[in-house]
């Protein structure tokens, strides 16, 4: 279970995850790829992971391309927050030094707006 909305008026993308699972990647990749047509170069993301589960392995490895379309649309930071230290370690394989995570929305929102 999924949203995917773009914030014009901040030039944002948010993606609210509780979870993701191999019958939804195809779904999921579809909807972001759409939203992405939306965004202006500088644009930012952020993903709200609060009460999400991990990834499996073939889905961390299906969304992965996602964190390189996004540099390549003109994404310049991208903040997650998660309680979780292993969903951290997660993110971090899969989109590398792209995205920053913060265990409070509150922290990241800000670090995206400064």
Do not use: H
Not at 23 to 33: G, L, M, P, S
Request: proline share 3%.
């Amino acid at each position: 279970m999924f949203k995917i909305e773009y914030l014009p008026s901040i030039n944002r993308v948010v993606c609210t995850v509780e979870s993701i699972t191999m019958d939804e990647v195809e779904a999921y990749n579809k909807e972001y790829k759409a939203v992405l047509t939306k965004v202006k170069p500088g644009f930012t993301g952020l993903t709200d992971l609060s009460k999400g589960k991990l990834f499996t392995q073939e889905v961390a490895v299906a969304l992965a391309p996602l964190g390189e379309l996004s540099v390549e649309k003109g994404l310049t930071k991208w903040a997650y927050y998660t309680g979780s230290a292993v969903s951290k370690m997660q993110m971090k394989r899969m989109f590398g030094d792209i995205v920053v995570s913060f265990e409070k929305i509150e922290d990241a929102e800000a670090y995206l707006n400064s």
